[in-house]
């Protein structure tokens, strides 16, 4: 039986999505619409739909309040840099990497799950002046208006929560409002867009896992999921869902994008696609050898990220910036990212459009490589003609 008062919060956190919902420069072809850009994000709500800020958050040692430098630190995201690029919102995933399916594993994943929470309500207590935890678009909205950033919560790997339905409404409680149902492996829920088949879409326990968030009022991310997962999970849900970082196909011909035929499924559904600012999902660059070598590496040295510890995980990632500090990514641009919300607008209709940079897990590109940048979508969706009634509905 659907709870209908907690489906009715889900519909219309998707409908706010929908409808407010390495180079640091911006290109030159938008200077003549950045002032227009600031002007029109002053008056609309805008959110960013996925960033992995949390694994800053847990070491412990990072301040939200405090500004940062992409190209020197690393991160994405702080509340001075939300600011600069006139964001109001945004969403912050507790990120579990696929481990072993087993009841100790399982266990392991909850309990991580629970520690990253508890490290975004530390960092946020210690701020209430600037930011909060929310839970619903209208929370968010009055945040904006008292001059503070709203931060909701969502679970990217449905991991963690092992095998137990009753962590779904545990998450809840806890604030996530949507569950990115897989990551780059299969899980107990689902097949991955970037592993081997094994249940050819949802398990069974998925179908239940689908039922369980629909009837709490959770958004169900579709981002990572196989196709046939994908389409499963349109026909078990009864509620829209979501891609909180995906991309087009048809521009970028990646597994973790999505084809026309599951845009058309998507808007079809009353969903949205948030569209992902990661390089890899944007364009197929050239090979970086040296750079691709020197990943590789840290791969096999650090068993794909997988099972560590946060001392590890924290080593981990200062081995990764040393190496893109040295081998610089070739990045896409942010005219090609924006090629792909032109895409998706003309295939899947533009209140079925946002976005979802995936910062601080990869997100960014030339002209949008951190949040103080986003103002630079705005102008150039401004440059290619948009009103700011649809960029509203971007946004």
């Known amino acids: ?155 990217e790997n449905g991991y963690a929560i092992g095998n137990d339905l009753a962590q779904i409404g545990h998450f809840y409680n806890r604030g996530a409002r949507y569950i990115t149902l897989c990551h780059t492996r299969n899980n107990d829920i689902c097949d991955s867009s970037t592993d081997t088949t094994e249940h050819h879409g949802l398990s069974e326990f998925g179908r239940q896992v689908v039922q369980e968030m629909n009837r709490r009022g959770m958004m169900i991310d579709v981002s990572h999921i196989s196709d046939s997962s994908f389409c499963d999970v349109l026909k078990v849900s009864s509620q829209p869902v979501i891609a909180s970082h995906s991309s087009a196909r048809a521009i970028c011909d990646h597994p973790r994008n999505l084809s026309d035929s599951l845009l058309l499924k998507l808007a079809q559904n009353g969903g949205v696609v948030q569209v992902c600012i990661l390089s890899d999902y944007v364009k197929t660059m050239p090979p970086n050898a040296q750079r691709d070598s020197a990943q590789n590496a840290l791969r096999k040295k650090y068993n794909h990220f997988d099972g560590l510890t946060d001392e590890l995980m924290n080593e981990a990632r200062g081995e990764w910036y040393a190496v893109n500090k040295n081998f610089p990514p070739n990045l896409a641009t942010l005219s090609d990212y924006v090629d792909h919300i032109d895409h998706i607008v003309r295939v899947a209709g533009i209140d079925h459009v946002g976005i979802g940079t995936d910062f601080d897990g990869g997100g960014g590109v030339t002209g949008c490589y951190d949040a103080s940048e986003m103002h630079n979508i705005t102008a150039e969706l401004l440059r290619r003609g948009y009103s700011a009634e649809e960029i509203e509905k971007i946004w």
């Not at 690393?74 to 969403?91: H, N, Q, Y």
């Open 1 to 155: 039986m659907i709870n209908t008062e907690k489906s009715g919060f889900m519909v219309l956190v998707v409908a706010t999505i929908m409808l407010l919902a390495s180079s640091c420069n911006q290109p030159a072809a938008n200077t003549d619409k950045m002032a227009e850009a600031v002007k029109v994000q002053a008056k609309i709500f805008t959110v960013d739909s996925h960033t992995d800020t949390p694994l800053w958050l847990l070491r412990g040692d990072y301040d939200l309040s405090q500004r940062h430098d992409a190209k020197t630190h690393g991160s994405k995201v702080d509340l001075p840099r939300m600011t600069e690029g006139g964001l109001d919102a945004i969403f912050f995933a507790v990120f579990l990497g696929q481990e072993a399916r087993t009841p100790e594993a399982n266990q392991k994943a909850i309990d991580q799950a629970n520690r990253i929470f508890d490290s975004i309500d530390a960092q946020l207590q210690r701020i209430p002046e600037l930011a909060a935890i929310t839970t619903s678009p209208e929370e968010a909205l009055r945040l904006k208006d008292e001059g503070k950033k709203a931060i909701f919560l969502g679970i």
